[in-house]
Nanobody, 115 residues
Framework: QVQLVESGGGLVQAGGSLRLSCAAS????????MGWYRQAPGKQRELVAD???????TYADSVKGRFTISRDNAKNTVSLQMSTLKPEDTAVYYC?????????WGQGTQVTVYS
């Protein structure tokens, strides 16, 4: 099993930046992929970015060039640096781990961007 705890959400003005962090309860070295998803009110949960164990990254088109995902195997953390935030980035952001064919989720952290 993997337990995930997110932190770093909050309220920010459009154009600003936030950094989300996700701490895993076990070594992430062997976790196939970790990522960030988000869910806005009335919408489906969607992939924001993920990163595999070999460092390959994937980004949603809507965040390319603005968000950067990274993982620190030594600290068992995955981070999402978000810049040039837009009101449409407002959502609950969830950390996700894909491990041994199962998906694990954190409790989510709210990001609110106001104009």
């Amino acid at each position: 099993q993997v337990q995930l705890v997110e932190s770093g959400g909050g309220l920010v003005q459009a154009g600003g930046s936030l950094r989300l962090s996700c701490a895993a309860s076990r070594s992430i070295f062997s976790i196939d992929a970790m990522g960030w998803y988000r869910q806005a009110p009335g919408k489906q949960r969607e992939l924001v970015a993920d990163i595999t164990s070999d460092g390959t990254t994937t980004y949603a088109d809507s965040v390319k060039g603005r968000f950067t995902i990274s993982r620190d195997n030594a600290k068992n953390t995955v981070s999402l640096q978000m810049s040039t935030l837009k009101p449409e980035d407002t959502a609950v952001y969830y950390c996700n781990a894909h491990y041994w064919g199962l998906r694990y989720w954190g409790q989510g952290t709210q990001v609110t961007v106001y104009s």
